[in-house]
């Protein structure tokens, strides 16, 4: 890959490059200490991979990869002093398009396996991604039931952050199906992430543990160290297999066990996203008469994912994200309906 780096700390960026050069097969094609000169060389020349600063003086990274991904699209991998402390920037960074996020390697300890490996290991993750990437206020519902055994899966990865606050910011408290959310984003995240959208809708949002059974009033984001399933049980399993997948959790492996495990309801939905996961899994859904959604390319940051989907003809419906919230509560709100006239 051709990688770039933008990072107003000349320590850092001299530090990043040097791992880039001495640690990588990649090719280090500029550097530079601010957001608008990464405009300009990316308009002169577009690189695979950035290795994005966040908390730049003027725009900081956040904006800088909404810029970046509106004019001259490309990965984007946020490399922070501390993620942590600037979760609040990381995932605007996130739901703009950047693929993921790492702290910058320990200055103090210099170029030492365990002080780089995970900022390398995220670099080797990105090649593979791009190397199998395929192109580059609403109503309120009444109090209602849980019917049994029935859920919302959601499978998003690039943009998805930002993607799935606007979705879950409108359903109500009283939304009648739980929901389960896969994305791609690095474990030490998922919490953070959790907490994030916690506090974006009237749901709960939580971590989906070993042996839970999903609830209503509740939305379940996998964990990122396995994959999650669902069984026939309707209980959450994390799985270690395959171990080389280039994506964990998996859209596809969760998709797959919701369409083989629940009989009564699945509404899936694929949202944007880099490379092909969760393609075959909502096939899979919809060949078993479930229903399901993916994100339209003029929403979505990353037409990835969505676009594999409908290259399968997976989706029964492509919908703006603007309209995906209204045609959840649509489509659970007329299933209580008709389960109610058949009762």
């Known amino acids: 890959m051709n990688i770039a780096i933008v990072n107003?700390?000349?320590?850092?960026?001299?530090?990043?490059?040097?791992?880039?050069?001495?640690?990588?097969?990649?090719?280090?094609?500029?550097?530079?200490?601010?957001?608008?000169?990464?405009?300009?060389?990316?308009?002169?020349?577009?690189?695979?991979?950035?290795?994005?600063?966040i908390a730049m003086p003027g725009i900081n990274g956040a904006q800088a990869t909404r810029h970046i991904m509106q004019t001259t699209p490309c990965a984007i991998l946020i490399v922070a002093d501390s993620v942590?402390?600037?979760?609040?920037?990381?995932?605007?960074?996130?739901g703009a398009g950047a693929i993921d996020a790492v702290n910058v390697p320990d200055l103090?300890?210099?170029?030492?396996?365990?002080?780089?490996?995970?900022?390398?290991?995220?670099i080797s993750h990105i090649e593979r991604l791009i190397g199998t990437d395929i192109a580059r206020n609403q109503p309120r519902t009444t109090a209602i039931r849980q019917r049994d055994n029935q859920l919302i899966a959601i499978g998003s990865s690039t943009g998805g952050p930002t993607a799935?606050?606007?979705?879950?910011?409108q359903l109500p408290s009283e939304f009648p199906m739980p929901i389960v959310i896969i994305?791609?984003?690095?474990?030490?995240?998922?919490?953070?992430?959790?907490?994030?959208?916690?506090?974006?809708?009237?749901?709960?949002?939580?971590?989906?543990?070993?042996?839970?059974?999903?609830?209503?009033?509740?939305?379940?984001?996998?964990?990122?160290?396995?994959?999650?399933?669902?069984?026939?049980?309707?209980?959450?399993h994390y799985e270690k297999e395959p171990e080389d997948y280039p994506y964990r959790p998996s859209v596809d492996i969760f998709f797959n066990s919701a369409s083989k495990n629940i009989k009564s309801r699945v509404i899936g939905l694929l949202l944007t996203g880099m490379g092909r996961d969760g393609a075959k899994g909502l096939l899979n859904l919809k060949k078993n008469g479930h229903h399901t959604i993916?994100?339209?390319?003029?929403?979505?940051?990353?037409?990835?994912?969505?676009?594999?989907?409908?290259?399968?003809?997976?989706?029964?419906?492509?919908?703006?994200?603007?309209?995906?919230?209204?045609?959840?509560?649509?489509?659970?709100?007329?299933?209580?309906?008709?389960?109610?006239t058949e009762s």
């Open 8 to 53: 107003d700390d000349r320590i850092s960026n001299d530090f990043l490059r040097i791992v880039i050069e001495r640690n990588t097969p990649h090719s280090l094609i500029w550097s530079v200490l601010n957001a608008e000169d990464a405009y300009t060389e990316c308009e002169r020349d577009l690189p695979d991979l950035i290795l994005m600063d």
């Open 84 to 94: 942590h402390a600037y979760q609040s920037h990381v995932f605007d960074a996130l």
């Open 183 to 236: 994305q791609h984003i690095d474990q030490q995240f998922s919490r953070d992430l959790a907490s994030w959208l916690n506090e974006q809708c009237d749901l709960k949002v939580k971590i989906a543990t070993e042996g839970e059974t999903p609830a209503l009033g509740c939305v379940y984001l996998a964990d990122s160290h396995a994959h999650l399933t669902i069984g026939k049980n309707f209980r959450f």
């Open 294 to 340: 993916v994100q339209d390319k003029e929403s979505s940051v990353v037409f990835g994912m969505p676009k594999a989907a409908v290259a399968l003809d997976a989706a029964n419906e492509v919908l703006h994200l603007n309209h995906i919230a209204s045609a959840l509560i649509e489509l659970s709100c007329n299933h209580e309906t008709i389960q109610k």
């Open 164 to 169: 799935l606050a606007h979705i879950l910011s």
């Open 108 to 122: 103090d300890e210099g170029i030492k396996d365990d002080n780089l490996a995970p900022l390398l290991r995220k």
